[in-house]
């Protein structure tokens, strides 16, 4: 299993950032995928997941109306648009075919 996240960065309050993810070594569009997050001094915080066929989404409270979790099956590639950041999003997010399945991450900071 490969996973390699990208599109981590700086961004300012209220702005936008789109996470790409890029899968390889296992059947990708059988795979519900999932977004977490591990915020400086925190543990891993669960974001989002999406069902194998991309029709069925779920979020955490936190981000909730925020983000958005998609997926692109014949590019074996999962997504994360979050938008209206808030401080409190700054965190390293993970891709993840499972808990212990997962990228090396890409940093999110939103900061003014």
């Known amino acids: 299993v490969q996973l390699v996240e990208s599109g981590g960065g700086l961004v300012q309050p209220g702005g936008s950032l789109r996470l790409s993810c890029v899968a390889s070594g296992f059947p990708f569009r059988l795979y519900v995928m999932n977004w977490y997050r591990q915020a400086p001094g925190k543990g891993l915080e669960w974001v989002s997941r999406i069902g194998s066929d991309g029709t069925e989404t779920t979020y955490s409270d936190s981000v909730k109306g925020r983000f958005t979790i998609s997926r692109d099956n014949y590019l074996n590639a999962l997504y994360l648009q979050m938008n209206n950041l808030k401080p409190e999003d700054t965190a390293v997010y993970y891709c993840?075919?499972?808990?212990?399945?997962r990228g090396q991450g890409t940093q999110v900071t939103v900061s003014s």
């Open positions: 993840a075919k499972s808990l212990i399945e």
